[in-house]
């Protein structure tokens, strides 16, 4: 059962989110939705529950974890299925182990927003449909407030999951009746269309290996860093779960580090790509008892490399309004990633102002793009290959900058854009986390009113930190 907080208060709730499960976001600002979504009060009909899982920590088997401040009150019905609400940071659950099972203000914040920033990406992810807070004190690295948010996905279901009663069976030295229950229950409810197939726990590892795969290819077309890619931390749905020291990239060095206390660089943004893979060979073998062989199970596994490889394609052809594709293409992709990281030139705004290139410009017109770099004769000799390649396809100038515009955003949650609008919310002003919800929620729009939140970071933005308290 959630544990009260005194006196609950409205911070935020998402309309988008909000209309998936035919709730007025108006409403949420009510005092009813306030106590409900803290978890002062428990609805009519709603049976709070947690989940135990295990799970593999920056590659470490960690033993028994679970929703140690995770408490999930049921459903409601949408137009594509029920989606679970779960509150984060509503108190203590029997898999707390020496956690307060409390949320922070600080970092429930930086997932409300970027749960929601994604989602308007277009990346597969949990949502974030409402932010409360309180006065509550909560001790971390300094003391800082309370805060609950109302997540939602289908299922919060992890590789852990499995993967716990697995070794739970082997350790009872029994079999895993328990491993069973939970496939069949993830099959008959996610993947029902592997119920009649001769092996259904075959399908159902090549299909989370398929979503998993084209979940990090748009996490590194978009530049995002999870920072904590655990196997507890990963949705047998292929969904982005779990935001704490994620952040995304700016000045573009493939081996950034997003999490202070990875200190090893396992979950670097390049280390993305083979982790996934890792994660699923863990769920893999968590199950190898219902799939029957390791040469199935390493078949289902191959899925991987090429689901990636083919959606990575997919989307850095549409970032480069490339409208077809032709030989020669992954050598100047490469070499387009080897000028980025020479230059360590700013993610985001190299992408979005590729997109005013024109086919017969220069060095003039080409400015707020060529000054992204230190080397501008590196970049003109790339520009020149790409304006070769758009040639060759008879590209079109404002056809190809309408159809790059919707690939690459303009504006994404940088870290120094999250830090000023929690530092206001301390201080008890929410105005700055309703304007940066409002501007994430689109992306891909030119906003010229807000052209500030599209800006290269300040100086002190390099300065920032998160970790896993975040």
Known sequence: MPTPLPSPYFIAASTPAAALVGLDPQALAQEDFVTVFTGNKVAVRSQPLSAVYSGHQFGVWAGQLGDGRAIVLGDLPTANGPMELQLKGAGLTPYSRMGDGRAVLR????????????????????????????????MRETVETAAVVTRMAPTFVRFGSFEHWLYRGKQAQRGGDELKILADYVIKNWYPEFLGSANPYKELLAEVTRRTAHMIAHWQAVGFMHGVMNTDNMSILGLTLDYGPFGFMEAFDANHICNHTDQGGRYSYANQVPVGHWNCYALGNALLPLIGTP??????????RPAFGAKLDELLHAKLGLFDARDGDSALFDDMFKLLQANHADFTLFFRRLGDLQLDGGVEQDAPLRDLFIDREAFDAWAGQYRARLRLEHSQDALR???????????????????????????GDFGGVHKLLAVLERPFDEQPENESYAALPPDWAAHLEVSCSS
């Open 107 to 138: 970092s429930s914040i930086r997932e409300f927003l970027c749960s929601e920033a994604m989602a308007a990406l277009g990346i597969p992810t949990t949502r974030a449909l409402m932010l409360t807070g309180s006065h509550q004190r909560v």
């Open 295 to 304: 040469e199935d199970t390493e078949e289902a596994l191959d899925a991987y």
């Open 401 to 427: 900058r309408t159809a790059m515009h919707r690939s690459n955003p303009k504006y994404v949650l940088r870290n120094y854009l999250a830090q000023t609008a929690i530092e206001q919310a301390q201080n």
